[in-house]
């Protein structure tokens, strides 16, 4: 290694720390990873909270890269579970099936709302037979033409702008495109009736580690050796280029302590905004204000140690009511029986919010107060059942695809695309929201880049087919 400068990973969340497992076994390739906080895992971790665990929202693992999988399965090894999915849907207070069962969401809306879906449905579809359909530039587009009016103003208009902060309106499709393609009325009825639909989101099973989705990131740090390294506590305070090349960054550590570290090449998995501002010589002006017009979602979270063994059978439930705060819970014994005691269990609960809003701001005990409240009105815990609280708060935990984000990160990435040894990798590096198994894959071939390879990280998670297709048996 004598003479070579390191590769520089900035960020230990999945995609980061997979780059530095693939780069591990190459004695010629020196690296270092510098993480800003003072553990590895990034959003993807699991917290402990005496003796309970629980991760930043549910993560399940599920992918169709085989590359990824073994991966997955060699760093987690006998601790990899095989869980059957139940996920429902708090909808006009009755729990739901999701994806959608046709039946079900049916009898939901009773008969007269059901028999409005049904109208609607086949309205949509009978205009769209005999007129060009109307481009799906937003999210309300793109759902109304695949579940009509009503169904769309009685669950996904409202679920998504509490999850998001914005009229669907101002959503863009590409969120839909990103998360639940496929997903339609019609295969929603095949599959409630024939279990023969096609729909890529209805994903029966996942992958999880017993001791938390944490595993995965700590399973792929303990890869790394000496004389490589990963520094946590460590803040990129700078990152500085010449000639189309990043040729060194500035690190602060602990105790403000500022270095200097040359490198070879530039893993980033910061997010893009805050990378345009770190650069030296400045990014030109127009770059960026496109940065800054990127905007995110952030989320606090709300752990509930609850008294009983256990509070219902879900994996997700999702709460689209606007009289309640937070939008999706989970419960991560049902995940494994290794996150809480024999006699007890957890709730996490997700608040979306802005930072800085007045939901970011709320005390532990303001936010453990209402929870317990919204959480008796619908049935699930009984206030004295709730004996703790912890929250966490995520700060740019989603990107918000809201219209006109593609015109802006555009021009980022083209002014990006002129470093020739700057790999950008992860949810907020690459402003792409789908799932972990894509940002581990970008870490992975951004590493193999350095090595000598041409991967196009930029169509890492558009794959036409979309990865929620996996199911029990498949490797």
């Not at 590359?67 to 996920?87: A, K, P, T």
């Not at 103003?153 to 409202?158: E, K, N, P, S, W």
């Not at 709460?319 to 007890?344: Q, T, Y």
């Amino acid at each position: 290694m004598a003479g070579r400068d390191p590769v520089v990973i900035a960020g230990a969340g999945v995609a980061g720390l997979a780059a530095a497992y693939r780069l591990q076994g190459e004695a010629d390739v020196p690296f270092v990873v510098y993480e800003r906080a003072p553990y590895v895992g990034g959003y993807s971790r699991t917290l402990s909270h005496g003796d309970f665990r629980f991760d930043l929202g549910g993560h399940r693992f599920y992918t169709k890269k085989a590359h990824v999988n073994r991966i997955v399965e060699e760093v987690v090894g006998e601790d990899l579970l095989v869980v059957d999915r139940l996920s429902r849907i708090l909808f006009n207070d009755r729990f739901v099936h999701y994806p959608l069962s046709a039946f079900n969401t049916l009898r939901a809306l009773g008969l007269r709302g059901a028999g409005r879906a049904v109208f609607d449905y086949a309205a949509v579809k009978l205009k769209n037979a005999f007129s060009a359909p109307v481009p799906e530039e937003t999210f309300e587009q793109w759902a109304l033409n695949r579940f009509g009016d009503y169904l769309y103003r009685a669950y996904f208009q409202v679920y998504s702008e509490k999850t998001w902060g914005i009229p669907c309106t101002e959503l863009s499709a590409d969120f839909a495109q990103q998360r639940i393609k496929g997903l339609s009325f019609r295969e929603a009825v095949k599959d409630a009736v024939l279990r023969k639909g096609t729909d890529d989101s209805m994903v029966r099973c996942f992958l999880y580690a017993r001791y938390g989705f944490g595993q995965i990131p700590e399973g792929l740090a303990a890869v790394v050796a000496e004389p490589n390294e990963i520094l946590t506590g460590h803040t990129v305070a700078a990152v500085e280029h010449k000639d189309g090349r990043i040729t060194a960054v500035a690190v602060t550590g602990p105790g403000g302590r500022r270095v200097q570290r040359t490198c070879s090449e530039f893993v980033s998995s910061i997010p893009v905004d805050e990378i345009v501002e770190l650069l030296r010589p400045a990014a030109p002006a127009g770059v960026a204000e496109a940065a800054r017009r990127l905007r995110y979602r952030s989320v606090v979270v709300l752990f509930l140690v609850i008294d009983v063994e256990q509070v219902s059978p879900d994996h997700w439930i999702y709460v689209p009511s606007r009289d309640i705060g937070f939008c999706r819970l989970h419960e991560p014994k049902n995940w494994s029986k290794e996150m809480a005691p024999p006699d007890r269990t957890g709730l996490v609960l997700e608040y979306f919010c802005q930072e800085g809003d007045a939901t970011w701001g709320r005390t532990a005990e303001d936010l453990r107060a209402e929870a317990v409240a919204d959480l008796a009105s619908i049935g699930l815990v009984k206030p004295e059942w709730v004996s703790d609280c912890a929250v966490v708060r995520m700060p740019k935990a989603y990107p918000l695809y809201q219209i006109g984000y593609d015109r802006h990160l555009n021009v980022v990435t083209d002014y990006f695309g002129r470093f020739s040894n700057l790999y950008n990798v992860g949810r907020n590096a690459s402003f792409l929201y789908t799932s972990s198994d894509h940002y581990i894959d970008m870490g992975l071939k951004a590493a193999e880049n350095v090595l000598g390879h041409d991967h196009d990280l930029g169509e890492i998670g558009r794959e036409s087919t979309y990865a929620e297709t996996w199911q029990k048996g498949e490797k």
